[in-house]
């Protein structure tokens, strides 16, 4: 990897829209931000400032203050009575078996006294155990005490601590690059791509003269993103670049969250999206914004830290960031779209494309046609490819699979010239006898590219000069942002292929990746249209190719019901928001699973115990109160509970908040957490 961030083959130009970083409106305290503390925390729970769980003081503090104050007092008094009237007690026993010598003083105080402290330690240990005076000191004695204490200042000239020095790791190595930055105004963009920059160094380094000139030259600016962006405009999330993480909300201080989360942070970083994310919810109930729109930033942000690469796909009309934070903006339909689209993805192998332009173009009933629409692009693209050297556009593409004896004559006549006639023969003669049939999967096709053969689109996917730039997801490469656009309004059937062509060529892409030291994440807000069976294995493998997604669904009903249980399982991370139905609750609720719940059940029955005196007094006090005596029963017992019932999930969970699940690539698990996403 180079020092600019890019890695081997150079990227598409990124847009300059961001050349200027935004300033921030209060000055960023660089120090206290890189030494805050992260301590080491269960998965989800955003680490910045996080003080870790304390159980035995999470249980003291439980206990309400009015009862632990009159326990504390009660216990005080009766051990100031015991101790008043033990002490002289135990002296005057003492005195009377004549252990103590009245005539010596000495001898006298010294028994009086080690009888008194003795009392006043078994008091302490009794009542003080029993009262609990540790916790009342702990609460309210300790910290009043506190607050009367007055702490010098270090002098002013006194040396700075190794742990507040941002650059410390730095500075040993390279000081003078340390004191380049000492002097500059660093953002924490800046300082999270400059930390990554220096660990590359310390793998290679003989990379470091080149990195020192950087700094020297270039400052905080040093080794920036080839957009020279150091920061997004109007960023609104909670970030930690050093963790990597993005906070979303408050995990609720509920007896169904795990202990360790309870009241802290909740967040995801590359290590939960790396096991993929399904998020479902009704329209309006906060997934773009609280989940989808969060998780883009945080690519963006990671991406100009040179530590990810961001694909973002969604309407045209979703708020999921300003054009400003992508470097690549593809946006079908649209004049002022900066680029376009490779239908094929700038895959290598013919036959690879063409199965996935296919299984794209495809509805979702037509699903059972899937493998002979496949084959009938095949014939098409494969020899197209061998004569050109490149794939067909949109309308070459239709022509030839609608059957178009021109285009069937000149794709032969370059066949032969190039001597590969011979080789693409028996593709040819196969998909020119299927020509006209009934079944013929080529007209299929060729209906299903006219959707794209439009001229609002002709830039968007044809070739030639007036075509635009074209992205394909080879660049997965490099640290892209990109943002796709989809015409859902204008064109809602062409949104429906895109969708599920890019979200198919991304999956593709990323596994397929040499340079895997970026993480590659993939935010879809609505996926409906681009979850099928080999995106579903795809998201599998993609744990291991350090990349992951974040799907949306506004309901399970959008899918075919032969994937839903298979996308369940091939995602690692699942996401329920208020309002689902209760057959999506369901899902969740077998997913999640069942935990073993203590039950208390108290019956009362009559009382008929005792002899002739206890029977007339219950019936004398039947008669007097109108009640029956009775006696009570206790059982108790452990049974097991879904964690999240159906039921829970569809009416009880209150607007603004989520129950999540999580694992991570290691395999670590967190069960269903209760969020306050508004927090």
Not at 151 to 180: K, S
Request: proline share 8%; charged share 20%; glycine share 8%.
């Amino acid at each position: 990897m180079g020092l600019d961030g890019t890695r081997g083959q150079q990227a598409p130009q990124a847009q300059r829209t961001s050349s200027v970083p935004p300033q921030r409106t209060l000055p960023f305290d660089l120090a206290a931000w890189a030494t805050e503390p992260r301590p080491d925390a269960p998965p989800g729970v955003f680490r910045l400032g996080h003080r870790p769980h304390d159980e035995t003081r999470a249980e003291q503090a439980a206990v309400p203050a009015r009862p632990l104050l009159l326990r504390a007092a009660l216990n005080l008094a009766v051990g100031a009575v015991v101790y008043l009237q033990g002490a002289p007690l135990i002296q005057s026993l003492l005195t009377a078996v004549g252990l103590t010598v009245p005539s010596s003083f000495v001898v006298s105080f010294l028994i009086a006294l080690a009888v008194n402290v003795a009392v006043l330690i078994g008091v302490f240990m009794v009542f003080g155990s029993m009262g609990r005076w540790a916790e009342v000191w702990r609460r309210w004695v300790a910290p009043l005490l506190s607050r009367t204490v007055t702490h010098e200042e270090p002098p002013a000239d006194a040396e700075t601590p190794l742990t507040t020095d941002p650059w410390a790791g730095i500075r040993g190595a390279a000081p003078q690059v340390a004191r380049r930055l000492d002097g500059e105004p660093v953002g924490d963009v800046d300082y999270a791509r400059i930390r990554h920059a220096w660990e590359t160094v310390l793998a290679d380094p003989e990379l470091l003269p080149a990195f020192a000139e950087q700094v020297e030259v270039r400052g905080a600016a040093a080794c920036a993103h080839p957009s020279e962006a150091r920061d997004l405009p109007g960023r609104s999330g909670r970030h930690d670049l050093l963790t990597r993480q993005v906070r979303l909300g408050t995990a609720q201080n509920v007896v169904k969250n795990p202990p360790a989360h309870r009241s802290a942070g909740f967040a995801l970083d590359p290590q939960l999206i790396g096991t993929s994310l399904l998020a479902v919810g009704p329209a309006g109930t906060g997934k773009t914004a609280r989940l989808a729109r969060p998780v883009a930033e945080a690519l963006c942000l990671q991406a100009l830290a040179g530590t990810a690469c961001a694909v973002v796909i969604g309407a045209a009309e979703s708020d999921l960031g300003p054009d400003a934070w992508y470097d690549v903006v593809i946006a079908p339909g649209d004049p002022a779209s900066p680029y376009g689209l490779d239908l094929y993805g700038a895959a290598a192998d013919p036959d690879e494309a063409a199965a996935r332009l296919a299984d794209a173009l495809l509805p979702d009933e037509l699903a059972a046609r899937a493998e002979t629409a496949r084959t009938a692009l095949q014939q098409v693209v494969g020899p197209y490819h061998a004569a050109y050297g490149r794939y067909p556009g949109v309308r070459e593409l239709r022509a030839l699979l609608g059957g178009d004896q021109d285009a069937w004559a000149v794709l032969r006549k370059a066949l032969q010239a190039g001597g590969l006639l011979a080789v693409h023969e028996a593709d040819l003669l196969h998909r020119e006898s299927r020509h006209g049939r009934v079944d013929d999967p080529g007209t299929l096709l060729a209906d299903r590219l006219a959707l794209l053969d439009r001229p609002v689109f002709a830039r968007s996917f044809a070739g030639g000069p007036d075509a635009l730039p074209p992205f394909a997801m080879r660049a997965l490469e490099h640290p892209l942002r990109v943002r796709v656009k989809l015409p859902e309004r204008s064109h809602p059937e062409v949104a429906r292929m895109l969708s599920r062509l890019v979200v198919a060529q991304f999956v593709q892409a990323a596994s397929a990746r040499t340079e895997r030291s970026l993480f590659a994440g993939l935010v879809v807000d609505d996926a409906s249209a681009a979850v099928d069976a080999q995106i579903v294995r795809g998201l599998q493998r993609m744990r291991a190719a350090n990349a992951g997604a974040v799907l949306l669904l506004r309901t399970l009903v959008d899918l075919p019901e032969p994937l839903r249980a298979p996308l369940f399982g091939a995602v690692g991370c699942r996401m329920a928001f208020p309002g689902i139905a209760p057959w999506d609750g369901r899902l969740f609720s077998e997913a999640w699973g069942t935990h073993l719940v203590t039950e208390t059940a108290v019956t009362h029955t009559p009382d008929t115990s005792g002899g002739l005196v206890r029977k007339a007094a219950r019936a004398g006090r039947k008669a007097l109160s109108g009640t029956t005596a009775q006696t009570e029963s206790v059982t108790t017992r452990d049974v097991e509970r879904h964690r999240w019932s159906p039921s829970d999930l569809a009416h009880a969970l209150p607007s603004g908040h989520a129950v999540v699940s999580l694992t991570t690539v290691d395999g670590d698990q967190v069960p269903p957490l209760l969020v306050d996403l508004r927090d």
